[in-house]
């Protein structure tokens, strides 16, 4: 069965400091995965996506990044992060078989920069 | 670009009792799909329903159901005999059959079932 990873659980982070955020999935091959950013009363915005290894969509400009190095890892990162970071980051992915099928979403990290 | 308006940011229901949850969407797409998902207090996400926008009939799961207005672009859920479970925040999200890559989200309605 396929399960998704995503740690840390929480993290608090100096202004300034650097981010990694790691997904993993198991028990499917070249997911397109995805990563969301849950903030208080603005819904989930969609902030990467990819379909392949090296293969990275950003949807909206901002102070992160992310990478695919391989294909069931997706990793969400920042050289710099600033106060309005702070977010709940939601990892997830699909087959990419259809647009209809369902989303499989990590637990999310809860993050909080200070 | 697709919007999902949710225009109610919080509800309450009683045990038992029925409570509907609104969704608009714009889009000039003609296919495509819609969903709402439930987190609840642990924040993790989970499927509730999902409508096919070529399917008349409305999609339903257990206690929960959908109105899809088409032409009106609504897509309202309902949950019957509501239980202290489901309390939770509930998002109402869209695709593209042709275009999408990935679901874009409503804002939430929170929602306190109380006993």
């Known amino acids: 069965s396929q399960t998704i990873h995503q740690w840390p659980a929480t993290l608090v982070q100096p202004v300034g400091s650097p981010l990694s955020l790691e997904c993993t999935v198991e028990g499917t091959s070249n997911p397109n995965l995805y990563w969301y950013r849950q903030a208080a009363g603005r819904g989930l915005q969609l902030l990467f996506y990819s379909v392949g290894i090296g293969q990275i969509s950003s949807e909206v400009p901002q102070n992160l990044s992310a990478s695919r190095p391989q294909d069931r890892q997706f990793i969400l990162s920042s050289k710099k992060l600033l106060l309005s970071d702070s977010g709940f980051y939601l990892c997830?992915?699909?087959?990419?078989?259809?647009?209809?099928?369902?989303?499989?979403f990590g637990s999310g990290t809860q993050l909080s920069v200070l | 670009a697709q919007t999902v308006t949710q225009s109610q940011p919080e509800m309450s229901v009683q045990e038992a009792e029925t409570v509907t949850l609104s969704c608009t969407y714009d889009t000039s797409e003609n296919n495509y799909y819609l969903f709402w998902y439930k987190q609840p207090p642990s924040r993790q996400m989970i499927l509730v329903i999902r409508?096919?926008?070529?399917?008349?009939q409305n999609a339903t799961e257990n206690r929960f159901s959908v109105n899809f207005q088409k032409a009106a672009k609504s897509f309202s859920l309902k949950i019957s005999d509501s239980q202290l479970g489901d309390t939770a925040m509930y998002f109402c999200a869209f695709i593209s059959s042709n275009s999408g890559y990935a679901l874009n989200f409503g804002k939430g309605t929170s929602l306190l079932v109380t006993p």
């Open positions: 409508q096919e926008a070529y399917k008349q």
């Open positions: 997830a992915w699909t087959t990419g078989r259809s647009a209809g099928e369902k989303l499989f």
